[in-house]
């Protein structure tokens, strides 16, 4: 008897098909009255449809008395509803309803379509946004404001490390949402984002553009299993690295009974966590213990606490290091004045060796005598040339020993930069170009040149840099001219001084 009302149960209440048969076409809401369109290609029949509405903010669907039609078309059904009964202003959803043409007491229930009766919005968008170092993370805070967010369903946040492609959506956040904090795997590198809204519509344009860098200081894990195999010619060094925030690696290295550690090799890089690096200069050094640890480097730019010390000894001969840095400076009288770190605590130190190259060309010595190892700079008064100087620091040791490198350090000296103003004036018997004399002991002389109307121009004069004059005779009545010049260096170069005056000869 328990079966009988189960039985009437499933006569009386019609089955939902799950299967949406009717989708959404169109949705028109810059008027009072919210015009609503779907389509069916698989239902032939034209029978009778149900409306129902809901506002946004709620999920209880209510049937709806208002205006509907169907047109048919050859293959498909249009579904037209004008919601005529709003009173409220407001942001509604809809679906429509029907009795299934193909399956008894069936329903079909179409897609939801968004409308409203406020007339003519604009669409949502982004009206700010700002990208920022998070405080006390590795991750980049994101704010924003949106002109409004009534008919927003959600946002989507993507991001990218490249200005114009390669974005990925990173989060998808609620409609009222105006903050967001990224965590990101590096510091001190750009990430670029954008925000797309999805409101009831469809999805908007995305927004602008921004960049964001977290500054965060983050100490590194130091390298574990630091080890050594030494063959007397070459030290292989493997360590494992810890952690996702390193960048690169440091050795120090020092030598003889000195407790003063120098840079060895720096940015040292391993795709994966087993790190070498050789140091081939072991086979420099004779009868001298050497020390080294290394470091590990934060993406903060932060070195990490340093490994154990390993020592080995070597019982070939030995070679000086190289100063840490070097930089050119100019003094008073235009002089370059190269100057290094000094390396006074050095033991095995004895002086230095200078060397320049102008414009790659060969290096010579500049220095007469070793450049006793107290002093860490030359002067160099031989630099009148044009071009790119390249100055080569050279150490030596106290068995005369030079070093195995050289710290090197460049610079530029461009073609001095001259402007020469021309006067011209018309004489009786030609015309008469003149000019103050350059100062520039880099000119060589000064090339006149004259352009008779469209013609070609053509040189006219060389003049000396320190008298600028010319008359030109063999000129035309009626004929204009162009006068400019052109200053030749004593290296051979050439660089336009005036670009062009003229005259017409009357």
Known sequence: M?????????????????????????????INFPKLTWYSTNTKDTSTYTIYRANVKENSFCRVQTLHRITIHPDTLFFR???????????????????????????IKSEVLYGHNMGHVASPHVVSFTAMSAKGQKAIELK??????????????????????????????????????DPVELANEAYFYFLEINDFFGYQVPSIRVFGISDLKEKPYPPQDFKVNNDQKTATFSWRGVGDN?????????????????????????????????????????????????VAMSDGFVE???????????????????????????????????VWTAQEKDVNLKGYNVYRSINGGGKILLNNGLI???????????????????????????????????????????????????????????????????A???VKEVLLYRRADQAEPMILARLSPDKIYYKDTKVTQGKFYTYSAMAVLKNGNKTEVNTGVGIRYE
Request: charged share 20%; aromatic share 12%.
């Open 144 to 181: 924003w404001k949106l002109n409004y967010n009534f008919s927003v369903r959600s946002m989507t946040m993507y991001r990218s490390m490249k200005y114009e492609t390669g974005y990925k959506p990173i989060a998808i956040l609620s409609s009222d949402a105006e903050s967001y904090t």
């Open 440 to 442: 520039s002991a880099e």
């Open 81 to 107: 509803v004008t919601d005529t009964t709003l009173i409220e202003k407001g942001m509604y959803k809809y679906y429509i309803a029907m009795f299934s043409p193909t399956q008894k007491d069936s329903i």
């Open 246 to 294: 390193i960048i690169g690696y440091r050795i120090y290295r020092s030598i003889g009974n000195s407790e003063i550690y120098s840079l060895l090799a720096d940015h040292i890089n391993s795709a994966t966590r087993i790190v070498n690096y050789t140091d081939t200069t072991v086979s420099a050094y004779k009868n001298v213990a050497l020390k080294y640890y290394a």
């Open 2 to 30: 328990k079966k009988i009302p189960i039985s009437i149960l499933i006569v009386l209440f019609p089955i939902v098909l799950s299967g949406q048969q009717i989708k959404g076409y169109r949705s028109e809401s810059g």
């Open 304 to 338: 990490g606490n340093t490994t154990d010390t390993l020592s080995i000894y070597s019982n070939t001969e030995i070679l000086p290091g190289i100063p840490e840095e070097c930089n050119i400076l100019t003094d008073g009288q235009g002089n370059f004045k190269v």
């Open 372 to 438: 006793p190892y107290f002093r860490n700079y030359y002067i160099d008064t031989d630099n009148k040339c044009v071009g790119g100087f390249e100055y080569e620091i050279e150490s030596v040791s106290i068995t005369n020993s030079p070093s195995a490198v050289r710290k090197k350090v460049t610079i530029r000296v461009a073609d001095p930069a001259m402007n020469l103003i021309l006067s011209i004036q018309q004489s009786p018997n030609g015309i008469v170009i003149s000019g103050e004399p350059i």
